[in-house]
């Protein structure tokens, strides 16, 4: 059974910084894509960021390219997403999610999801 479980979030001033993390387990993850996604009040669940496992290699939503990070760590079995230059518009509850395969942008591809870690940023 593939458990993730969020970390990190947190109050934070416009322009700062967080670090979140998503501690999985249940199975190796080789093979796997993680995402984290955010959903604001009132909106939809949103893609912010994917890595996969295997090669490393990631994508982003246009809103957060080039502020935010993500990583993983293989010997932890966690996944990180570095938030910098935080805005209020980046205020939402932050998901980490897993799926078998490549990266993708969309929730209905993802089969786990942890139970999300509130993010809020004052102006």
């Known amino acids: 059974q593939v458990q993730l479980v969020e970390s990190g979030g947190g109050l934070v001033q416009a322009g700062g910084s967080l670090r979140l993390s998503c501690a999985a387990s249940?199975?190796?993850?080789?093979?796997?894509?993680m995402a984290w996604f955010r959903q604001a009040p009132g909106k939809e669940r949103e893609f912010v960021a994917a890595?996969?496992?295997?090669?490393?290699?990631?994508s982003y939503s246009d809103s957060v390219k080039g502020r935010f990070t993500i990583s993983r760590d293989s010997a932890k079995n966690t996944v990180y997403l570095q938030m910098n230059s935080l805005k209020p518009e980046d205020t939402a509850v932050y998901y980490c999610a897993a799926r078998r395969g490549g990266t993708a942008p969309n929730t209905g591809a993802y089969n786990y999801w942890g139970q999300g870690t509130q993010v809020t940023v004052s102006s």
């Open positions: 890595i996969n496992w295997n090669t490393g290699t990631t």
């Open positions: 249940g199975r190796t993850f080789y093979g796997y894509a």
